[in-house]
């Protein structure tokens, strides 16, 4: 065995081997660098990528423009309640003055002027002012939707970024399988240079090449995809890279994270004012048999005075206005807000058993995922050691290529799993800070 180790050490500075076919089974090029025309990604922290989705991102703008625009409905309803000041003038030209044969008394001039000024004031207008305060409610649900679009916006962002994270993690151990399968080829290379290896043994290892080479293109394009996606999603013109690999806190106990996803999850949250406002609306209802008395003051000006306007004066009257029968009009309305009460309900009982269930689900997985974690990080050290004693057995003799390269697989797989399971704990904390309303 010992001058066998020797001769190896020969072979492997020793020249250029007989027969032209010892150099068909050579490594194939080693892989460029990615991104030859790609946009350079620009590293972000974990936070401030999260910040950043928040303040740029479509969806959150379009979330914040619905609360101005709910603003905005309450000033057109609160309108309807306050007082309204119009200015007319009119002037008619007559092709003649108009008079009486008999006296000639002019009865219009031919240029008339008249101008007023109407007041109109609400007195009792009980639907208005309904109305009025169902605005005001719907820019409190517009509130609550807008915490809930930031709340789905940042989950998305923060899963993109830790993605980031585990796909760089999965492109490490595809570069490094690939590393040692090239040093595995070259080995047996230059042994059967020395004319001490064989011929399978360099095919095999220069297949084995290949196939890392082809999974870090792969890793290489998930990697840009999830930069790509990571970009979208944060509002920039380029792909976005990581910083850092976040540590997220744990949400306590279930029994504390179910209470916490109750009393402050976004959706939860919406839900219960949509429901409030679809109450209040139904309770309002009695509004709609109620009469309105509306207040109107008119002074005016007319030149020339008329027999029955003089040149300057003014007018008042209260109109009081009340549907006695419209055809069954208003009950049905009460109906409808009736059923879209019931629908409410419905809603928020669903959205808390969904919040109960994301709870209990993000925390069994949690322990799960952790426990995998354990098991998958021991699977790669020791698919790592019995590569290493893989190795040592081929270079000594023992054994053949073959165990070298399974081994390597084996490692390779490994090591991707344990990045995947790593991932798969961050993902499960993610998701039960999420649940509980604690994230963002």
């Given at each position: 065995?010992?001058?066998?180790?020797?001769?190896?050490?020969?072979?492997?500075?020793?020249?250029?081997?007989?027969?032209?076919?010892?150099?068909?089974?050579?490594?194939?090029?080693?892989?460029?660098?990615?991104?030859?025309?790609?946009?350079?990604?620009?590293?972000?922290?974990?936070?401030?990528?999260?910040?950043?989705?928040?303040?740029?991102?479509?969806?959150?703008?379009?979330?914040?423009?619905?609360?101005?625009?709910?603003?905005?409905?309450?000033?057109?309803?609160?309108?309807?309640?306050?007082?309204?000041?119009?200015?007319?003038?009119?002037?008619?030209?007559?092709?003649?003055?108009?008079?009486?044969?008999?006296?000639?008394?002019?009865?219009?001039?031919?240029?008339?002027?008249?101008?007023?000024?109407?007041?109109?004031?609400?007195?009792?207008?009980?639907?208005?002012?309904?109305?009025?305060?169902?605005?005001?409610?719907?820019?409190?649900?517009?509130?609550?939707?807008?915490?809930?679009?930031?709340?789905?916006?940042?989950?998305?962002?923060?899963?993109?970024?830790?993605?980031?994270?585990?796909?760089?993690?999965?492109?490490?151990?595809?570069?490094?399988?690939?590393?040692?399968?090239?040093?595995?080829?070259?080995?047996?290379?230059?042994?059967?240079?020395?004319?001490?290896?064989?011929?399978?043994?360099?095919?095999?290892?220069?297949?084995?090449?290949?196939?890392?080479?082809?999974?870090?293109?792969?890793?290489?394009?998930?990697?840009?995809?999830?930069?790509?996606?990571?970009?979208?999603?944060?509002?920039?013109?380029?792909?976005?890279?990581?910083?850092?690999?976040?540590?997220?806190?744990?949400?306590?106990?279930?029994?504390?994270?179910?209470?916490?996803?109750?009393?402050?999850?976004?959706?939860?949250?919406?839900?219960?004012?949509?429901?409030?406002?679809?109450?209040?609306?139904?309770?309002?209802?009695?509004?709609?048999?109620?009469?309105?008395?509306?207040?109107?003051?008119?002074?005016?000006?007319?030149?020339?005075?008329?027999?029955?306007?003089?040149?300057?004066?003014?007018?008042?009257?209260?109109?009081?206005?009340?549907?006695?029968?419209?055809?069954?009009?208003?009950?049905?309305?009460?109906?409808?807000?009736?059923?879209?009460?019931?629908?409410?309900?419905?809603?928020?009982?669903?959205?808390?058993?969904?919040a109960r269930s994301d709870v209990r689900?993000?925390?069994?997985?949690?322990?799960r995922a952790d426990a995998s974690l354990?098991?998958?990080?021991?699977?790669?050290?020791?698919?790592?050691?019995?590569?290493?004693?893989?190795?040592?057995?081929?270079?000594?003799?023992?054994?053949?290529?073959?165990?070298?390269?399974?081994?390597?697989?084996?490692?390779?797989?490994?090591?991707?799993?344990?990045?995947?399971?790593?991932?798969?704990?961050?993902?499960?904390?993610?998701?039960?800070?999420?649940?509980?309303?604690?994230?963002?």
């Open positions: 065995m010992r001058s066998l180790l020797c001769a190896l050490v020969v072979v492997a500075g020793a020249g250029p081997a007989r027969g032209a076919e010892a150099e068909t089974a050579t490594a194939p090029p080693a892989s460029q660098p990615a991104g030859g025309g790609a946009a350079e990604a620009k590293p972000l922290g974990f936070n401030e990528a999260v910040q950043r989705a928040l303040a740029r991102n479509p969806s959150v703008t379009v979330a914040q423009e619905e609360i101005r625009r709910a603003e905005a409905l309450v000033r057109q309803s609160r309108a309807g309640s306050l007082p309204t000041l119009y200015a007319n003038a009119t002037y008619t030209r007559l092709d003649a003055a108009r008079t009486m044969a008999s006296t000639g008394y002019v009865v219009a001039e031919a240029n008339q002027w008249y101008g007023n000024l109407t007041l109109s004031v609400p007195l009792v207008q009980a639907q208005r002012w309904a109305a009025w305060s169902h605005a005001r409610d719907n820019v409190e649900v517009s509130r609550f939707s807008a915490r809930d679009v930031r709340r789905q916006i940042a989950v998305a962002t923060a899963r993109a970024y830790l993605a980031v994270v585990t796909q760089k993690r999965v492109l490490d151990v595809n570069v490094r399988a690939r590393e040692t399968a090239r040093a595995h080829h070259d080995y047996a290379h230059a042994r059967r240079r020395g004319g001490v290896g064989n011929r399978i043994d360099e095919v095999r290892a220069a297949q084995e090449l290949a196939t890392t080479e082809a999974t870090v293109e792969a890793a290489e394009a998930g990697l840009a995809k999830a930069r790509e996606a990571l970009g979208v999603l944060v509002g920039a013109e380029s792909p976005v890279d990581t910083a850092d690999e976040p540590l997220l806190p744990g949400a306590g106990p279930v029994p504390q994270a179910l209470e916490e996803a109750e009393r402050s999850r976004a959706d939860v949250l919406a839900a219960r004012a949509r429901r409030r406002a679809a109450e209040r609306v139904l309770r309002d209802s009695w509004t709609d048999f109620m009469p309105s008395l509306v207040g109107n003051f008119q002074p005016f000006f007319q030149d020339p005075p008329s027999l029955v306007l003089p040149k300057t004066g003014w007018q008042a009257t209260l109109t009081l206005s009340w549907a006695l029968y419209d055809g069954g009009l208003r009950y049905g309305q009460r109906r409808e807000r009736a059923a879209l009460v019931a629908e409410a309900n419905a809603a928020l009982d669903a959205a808390l058993r969904q689900t993000a925390a069994e997985a949690v322990r354990t098991a998958a990080r021991k699977a790669a050290l020791l698919a790592r050691q019995a590569l290493e004693l893989s190795t040592l057995a081929y270079r000594a003799g023992a054994t053949t290529n073959i165990e070298v390269i399974d081994a390597e697989r084996r490692a390779r797989d490994a090591e991707t799993t344990a990045a995947i399971a790593e991932d798969n704990a961050r993902q499960a904390r993610l998701d039960l800070l999420a649940a509980s309303g604690k994230f963002p």
